[in-house]
Structure formats: C-alpha cells, structure tokens
C-alpha cells in the first residue's frame, strides 16, 4: 500500500495550494479519505475527510476555506486550499481507511508553508 502526497510549497498569506493524494495497493473506492495535519510541537489533527459515499467533514479552522474532494478513477484524494494562513503551515498527511477492516494507512506529508 502506498499513499504518495504531494502539492505542498511555500505560499504567502491569502494564498491558495491544492494538495493531492494518490492510492496504489487499496481498492480505493472501499476507502474513507481523510487529510490530516502536524505543527512543530503540536498533535497531528484532523483537517477534511471524505466518505466513500462522498460525505465530507472539516475541522472548525478551516471550514469555508478548504475543499476535500476524491477521484475513484484516479485513486485521488484532492485538498483544496484557500485564504491560506501563517497557522495553517505544518505538514500535512493523507490517511486511507478501509469501511471494511477498518486499517488505516498513512502516506508520507507534504510541507505546506504560509510565510510572507
């Protein structure tokens, strides 16, 4: 199983990235998606995550700003991200979790960095 990110980059405030997320080694359209994020010093946290049904959920702090979005066709798990901001910098993850074992597979981060 491989889950490989990638779109991060370093972007001024207001700024926008879209992060993505592509699945090898899971039958991704069985999989609950979610992206996740760790600050310096901080617990990783959630940030959006998609059902396989296309629900979608999103932390407080970001709600109105990101989008979650996934192509099964592409076994592609989307973040889009706006009006970014300096709190938003860490390094964000994406998490592939089966409906049916319930295993849970991480991918490698991607350092987003809101500086101006």
């Known amino acids: 199983v491989q889950l490989q990110a990638s779109g991060g980059g370093l972007v001024q405030p207001g700024g926008s990235l879209r992060l993505s997320c592509v699945a090898s080694?899971?039958?991704?359209?069985?999989?609950?998606m979610g992206w996740y994020r760790q600050a310096p010093g901080k617990q990783r946290e959630l940030v959006a995550g998609?059902?396989?049904?296309?629900?979608?959920n999103y932390s407080d702090s970001v709600k109105g700003r990101f989008t979650i979005s996934r192509d099964n066709a592409q076994n592609t798990v989307y973040l889009q991200m706006n009006s970014l901001k300096p709190e938003d910098t860490a390094v964000y993850f994406c998490k592939a979790q089966s409906v049916a074992s319930s295993r849970a597979y991480w991918g490698r981060g991607t350092q987003v960095t809101v500086s101006s």
């Open positions: 080694g899971i039958i991704f359209r069985l999989n609950d």
């Open positions: 998609i059902t396989r049904r296309d629900g979608t």
